[in-house]
Structures are given as C-alpha cells and as structure tokens.
C-alpha cells in the first residue's frame, strides 16, 4: 500500500501476483484506480480457477510490453547490479536502457523491426 501512495497518478495499475492482497485492492479502490493486480490461483475454490485464468490472460497483454523490455535488458545487459553504491548503480542502469533505446533505433533506421530481442 505505501507503494501505491507514493506513485504517480494513473488510471490503471498493473502488478504481479506477489501484490495480490486485499490491502492493495483496497488502496487502489480508495484512490479511484482501477484494479490492474493479477490473481493468485486459489487451492480449494475449483470454479473460481477459470474466471481468475480469463482475468490473468487478459492482464497479461498489456504488461507484456513492459515485461519484455525487462526481460531483454536482464538478457543482454549486465543482469545484476555489480556496485556498493546507489550512484554508480543508477549510472549503469541508465547507461544499459540507453544502449537498449540505441539499438532498436538503429534497426528501426535500417529499416528492420525493432525486435525485442537484440543481440
């Protein structure tokens, strides 16, 4: 919940399944933003499982985009954080999604789709 405080305004929240909690639905229904977190699959309720899949699977798409992005800089880039401090940190962080923004880019010029995967 302190999380959804401290952010920007928006109009939709997408999140993990880790963030599936009545206090972070709460949060979001108190704020006016519409419920963007996926569902945890229950154990017992058995009819419940095909309504929380469809909810998922429609959640899914447009968190692609981002996740993707994350998943070719976790890929090609350096994965995990090499420096003590945070400066040096937030350096190579910035430096890793420019050189990511430079390639596609580049494809993109040359006339070839800005894939997510670039090697």
Known sequence: PELIGAGPPCAMLYADRGYDSEANRAVLFRKGIRDGIM??????????????????????RPRSRVEGIFG??????????RYR???TNTVQATLDSMIYNLKRFIRWKLGRSPALYLA
């Open 39 to 60: 569902r945890r699959m229950p154990r017992t309720k058995a009819h419940k499982r095909r309504e929380i899949t469809a909810r998922n699977r429609r959640l899914a």
């Open 72 to 81: 070719v800089l976790k890929r090609t880039t350096t994965a995990r954080l």
């Open 85 to 87: 401090g945070a400066a």
